[in-house]
């Protein structure tokens, strides 16, 4: 059973053009997070969201945590080649536990 | 620099031959842990590790085994790996009450 579902899969798009990637779980998470991957390195970690509701930004990124705590999106405005890469979320149950994370979403910017 | 570095970066071995593949962090992390990555798959979590000697399963621990004799290094054992085990892995360390997981860059390596 996969515990958290990214969607869509794979995003291919322009440059200059806003996209969003969804993060949906039936359960509760106390923190969820968004890591960035290029092809042969690791993730890196994007955000940390903890509070239901809460927003956060990172220059062109924002990313919010829904309010039931259960689901996360990802926005990006006026994309660029550079945003090119994996787009991982995952989740914690509490500070210290095991992460789960989505399959990821696969995002291709092109000039 | 803070960082989690593996080694090697990429082996290529045969079917049965035993193999390590190193793990070591520089941020006092207590927790660590291995994944693997496939493709259609994920990431998914082999063992972890909650701090010096304590170790426990993840979820595809099966041919896997690990130790954590020192705070800074979990190394993955292959005693005898099978071409189903190639796969792209990844050592991550966090702090105890942390959220925030760091990740070293990854070993990829090929079972034949």
């Known amino acids: 059973t996969q515990l958290l579902e990214q969607s869509p899969q794979f995003l291919s798009i322009q440059e200059g053009e806003n996209l969003t990637v969804y993060c949906n779980s039936s359960?509760?998470?106390?923190?969820l997070q968004w890591y960035r991957q290029e092809p042969g390195e690791g993730p890196v970690l994007l955000v940390t969201?903890?509070?239901?509701?809460e927003v956060k930004k990172l220059k062109r990124l924002t990313f919010q945590f829904g309010d039931a705590r259960k689901d996360s999106s990802l926005h990006i405005t006026a994309a660029q080649p550079g945003d090119t890469g994996l787009y991982l979320c995952a989740g914690a149950r509490q500070a210290g536990t095991a992460l789960i994370f989505g399959k990821g979403t696969t995002l291709s910017v092109s000039s | 620099e803070a960082q989690v570095t593996q080694n090697p970066r990429y082996l290529i071995t045969v079917t049965g031959k035993k193999l390590t593949v190193t793990c070591s962090q520089n941020?006092?992390?207590?927790?660590m842990s291995w994944y693997r990555q496939d493709p259609g798959l994920g990431l998914r979590q082999i063992y972890y590790s909650m701090n010096v000697e304590v170790t426990d399963k993840g979820d595809v621990p099966e041919g896997y085994k690990v130790s954590r004799k020192e705070k800074r290094n979990f190394p993955l054992i292959l005693e005898s790996p099978s071409p189903n085990q190639t796969s792209l892995y990844f050592c991550?360390?966090?702090?105890?009450?942390?959220?925030?997981?760091?990740f070293g860059p990854g070993t990829r390596l090929t079972v034949t």
């Open positions: 359960s509760v998470f106390s923190s």
């Open positions: 941020m006092n992390h207590e927790y």
């Open positions: 969201v903890v509070t239901g509701g």
């Open positions: 991550a360390s966090r702090g105890h009450h942390s959220y925030e997981q760091y």
